[in-house]
């Protein structure tokens, strides 16, 4: 049975949240990490500007001083996205992250978008998992020699919540890691958006890809690999994923990117339990929390993270007028919120597919700090 450490949000003159943050995780043990001149990623969703449920600055930069204390050469990173939005370069990423208060002064440390300029920079990480040989990882969150993830615990469309698992196997993903997970198919072209610029061609490695003399990319399925090297450096949203993975499978496949990822790296997992909104960071916008803020928690177990603070979201009463809820007559508490809000997304497939791959246990022993 895995220790999840948790602290409520009550404050007072002399502990207020950033102090309790820090309380947490030195409760949690995160100090029996040597952390010594070692280089240490804090992954961290930084959010799709418009949208504002995502981490505060303010909490990343309580977390940098405290492993900086403890000896660490620390950095901030995400990866980029696979859709194409305000964070799908490292261009526009740093800038929708400048935007949301995240740089070097704010957050006290260096933000480094793993996967590189165009998502293309990654590093395979063998799992040999029932879906995944190997992971593309994000290089400089596979180059670091200490992986800690900061989540925002909330809802996810296809995954049912985002948590530790989603922010770590999802979130540090090359693009074309990204596309592993989301779908199971080769892409296709959108002909009417193509420029044909010739990036695409360029880039793939196995000559599947070119550009017709009728102007536009065109794909050869029987060359194509589906490594999705084409959606990370095409900068029009001409080659597009076919988002075709179940919920269920997506969600063991994150679950092999985390096992492939934190196998051979000192890891630890924080989650913030507030602002739970029903969808993604990803999103330009945030809908109204399903219920109200609960705590921090923390764990070198990241599936006992996820499925306590899932518990406690399952436990707290629903905020009347949050979706589902819109009425205020139906009472949620004790039932499973992300289920009633995206009845097709199965977030316990992922936890059990986690467990059974040894990356750690969905029971628990929760201690209040």
């Not at 309380?23 to 961290?44: M, S």
């Not at 260096?110 to 990882?137: H, N, Q, R, W």
């Not at 029987?222 to 900068?235: E, F, L």
């Not at 969808?279 to 705590?295: E, F, K, Q, R």
Request: aromatic share 8%.
């Amino acid at each position: 049975m895995s220790k999840v450490y948790f602290t409520n949000l009550r404050t007072n003159a002399s502990l207020n949240l950033l102090d309790k943050l820090e309380k947490l995780v030195h409760k949690a043990g995160i100090d029996e990490i040597d952390f010594k001149n070692k280089f240490t990623a804090i992954k961290i969703h930084f959010g799709e500007p418009g949208n504002m449920a995502y981490i505060r600055h303010n909490y990343a930069a309580k977390l940098v001083e405290t492993v900086e204390n403890l000896g660490a050469k620390v950095f901030l990173t995400d990866s980029n996205t696979l859709y194409t939005g305000r964070r799908s370069n490292a261009i526009d990423h740093l800038i929708a992250a400048a935007e949301n208060g995240y740089n070097l002064f704010t957050a006290k440390a260096p933000i480094i978008v793993a996967d590189g300029l165009k998502g293309t920079e990654y590093i395979e990480m063998p799992v040999d998992g029932e879906f995944c040989k190997s992971a593309k990882i994000g290089a400089a969150i596979a180059n670091a020699d200490i992986f800690i993830s900061l989540n925002h615990f909330k809802g996810h469309e296809q995954a049912g919540f985002g948590g530790a698992l989603k922010n770590i196997g999802m979130g540090s993903a090359s693009r074309g890691g990204k596309m592993e997970l989301h779908s199971s198919s080769q892409p296709y072209i959108k002909k009417k958006q193509c420029t044909a610029c010739k990036m695409c061609e360029k880039y793939c490695n196995y000559n599947a890809i070119k550009v017709t003399p009728e102007k536009f990319a065109k794909i050869n399925y029987t060359k194509c690999v589906g490594c999705g090297q084409c959606i990370a450096v095409c900068r029009f949203g001409s080659v597009l994923p076919v988002w075709n993975n179940s919920s269920e499978t997506m969600n063991k496949k994150v679950a092999e990117y985390c096992v492939a990822l934190l196998r051979d790296k000192p890891n630890f997992h924080i989650s913030l339990i507030i602002n739970v909104s029903p969808d993604c960071d990803c999103w330009s916008s945030n809908d109204i929390a399903l219920v109200s803020d609960i705590g921090f928690a923390a764990s070198f177990d990241p599936v006992a993270l996820d499925a306590a603070c899932a518990d406690m979201v399952t436990a707290a009463p629903s905020i009347p007028g949050s979706r589902g809820n819109e009425e205020g007559k139906l009472n949620l508490e004790g039932k499973d919120k992300f289920a009633h809000v995206h009845p097709n997304a199965d977030w316990r497939t992922g936890l059990v597919h986690a467990e059974k791959m040894g990356l750690g246990s969905t029971k628990y022993e929760l201690i209040e700090v």
